[in-house]
């Protein structure tokens, strides 16, 4: 009996590792991938080069002996009449805050006379309205846990506007004419309390900035293409801390702007004067910009470096704020499929029907289940991938939507993967 036992106890251990081995080869089935596979898509990639610049731009600094506190009368950024008052002077830090809070205070009976014209409503008004009630309280609570005691009372008093505007919107009983006549009655106190101030005006027509950095008088853009490596980099390194006392803000003549920035020669040989480029400025909002290479100076006193002025003629606040930047400036683009190094399994060079000589590799792909080895005609390489002509039309030639094979083993033309 014991004999019995031992061998249906050996069985059992067989079925086991039977059925052990049935769920691995199961699971392998699932998950292995003999081959694995990107699409062929359309792309775009450019030659391009990192640098640090300095913003330059025709600006005159404003500058006031007056005494007291100093507070903008328009936004940065903001376009300015010549003889407009830009900023008014108080005689203490109170008459001040009342002169702010009437600005906000206007720009809330603003809001609601133009509720009360409004008047009525309709469904694409009130879905916008519910998303601005929702993004204000989304922004009133990432506000709590930040820790932004300062910014809370604006962000409250925009979500109470929202919900009042919600509620106008919808029919409901808000008494707005009262509300409004509790704000005419409030701005008419803080503008008894604000008394003693005076004014200062704009020079010229342009574009207001409510401080100066020290640098608007480093260099004039008139003479700009004359700008050596050393310059720029005296410029970089300038001390933006160090203002002007009597400084109360700037006017920025002009839509036209430039930067001055420093590039090694062996990585702009493929940029000329007048070139239109693209160009990023690092750290904010403004995109790609189209700018023009107004200059390229080779600094014989700075081995292998020379300074790239662009310019650019569309401006706007955040423009107006920048000085230091880094940048990147994109040239020469390039489009087609592209084609990661782990793809390509050999290189030759072949001529065209032109009889020129170019750069082919050739890659497998995917198809029905089968491996076909293509031809890949490269016209520009990457540091891991190269870019391959999408318009090609001979065959035997990856084209647009292709599965190529990025891995596998022991491939070769016409075998079939199951």
């Known amino acids: 009996m014991k004999s019995k036992g031992v061998k249906i106890k050996y069985i059992y251990i067989a079925v086991g590792a039977l059925l052990a081995v049935f769920l691995i080869y199961q699971c392998f089935q699932a998950f292995y991938k003999p081959v694995e596979t990107i699409m062929a898509v359309q792309t775009s990639v450019y030659d391009s080069v990192n640098t640090k610049g300095v913003v330059i731009r025709d600006e ?11 507070v903008s009368a328009v936004s940065d950024g903001e376009r300015v009449a010549k003889n407009s008052v830009i900023a008014n002077v108080f005689s203490s830090e109170e008459q001040a805050d009342n002169y702010l809070s009437l600005a906000k205070l206007n720009d809330r009976i603003d809001y609601y006379e133009n509720l009360l014209i409004s008047g009525s409503s309709n469904a694409r008004e009130l879905s916008l309205v519910d998303s601005e009630i929702s993004a204000s309280v989304y922004d009133y609570v990432e506000g709590v846990q930040g820790g932004w005691i300062e910014n809370m009372s604006d962000k409250s ?8 505007n919600r509620q106008i919107l919808t029919g409901e009983n808000v008494d707005a004419k009262s509300a409004l006549a509790d704000l005419y009655g409030k701005r008419q106190s803080l ?25 608007e008088d480093i260099v004039d853009p008139q003479s700009i293409s004359g700008l050596s490596v050393s310059n720029v980099q005296s410029m970089l390194q300038a ?49 790609e910009l189209k700018m023009r290479v107004e200059s390229i100076n080779p600094d014989a006193a700075s081995s292998g ?8 003629d569309d401006i706007n606040d955040e423009v107006c704020k920048l ?80 599965n190529i094979v990025v891995k596998g083993r022991d491939l070769y033309d016409g075998k079939i993967i199951k």
């Open 60 to 70: 005159d600094v404003i500058l006031s002996n007056a005494a007291g506190t100093t």
């Open 157 to 164: 008093e925009k979500l109470t506007q929202n919900i009042t």
């Open 305 to 312: 470096k020379s300074v790239v002025i662009l310019s650019c």
């Open 191 to 215: 503008k008894n309390s604000i008394s003693g101030y005076s004014s200062i005006k704009a020079d010229a027509a342009g574009y207001y900035v409510g401080f100066s950095d020290g640098l």
């Open 323 to 402: 000085r230091k930047v880094e940048v990147e400036i994109r040239f020469n683009s390039y489009e087609g499929i592209k084609v990661p190094n782990s793809a390509i399994r050999s290189t030759s060079i072949e001529k065209d029907s032109d009889g020129n000589e170019c750069i082919v590799k050739c890659i497998y792909t995917l198809s029905a289940q089968e491996i076909k080895k293509k031809k890949v005609e490269v016209i520009y390489e990457g540091r891991d991938y190269v870019i391959a002509s999408a318009k090609s039309t001979k065959s035997g030639y990856v084209r647009l939507y292709d």
């Open 239 to 287: 001390d933006m801390s160090k203002q002007n006392a009597q400084a109360v803000g700037k006017i920025i003549s002009g839509f036209k702007w430039y930067v001055a920035c420093i590039a090694d020669n062996s990585k702009i040989s493929a940029l000329s004067e007048s070139d239109t480029v693209s160009a990023v400025i690092e750290n904010t909002a403004l995109g």
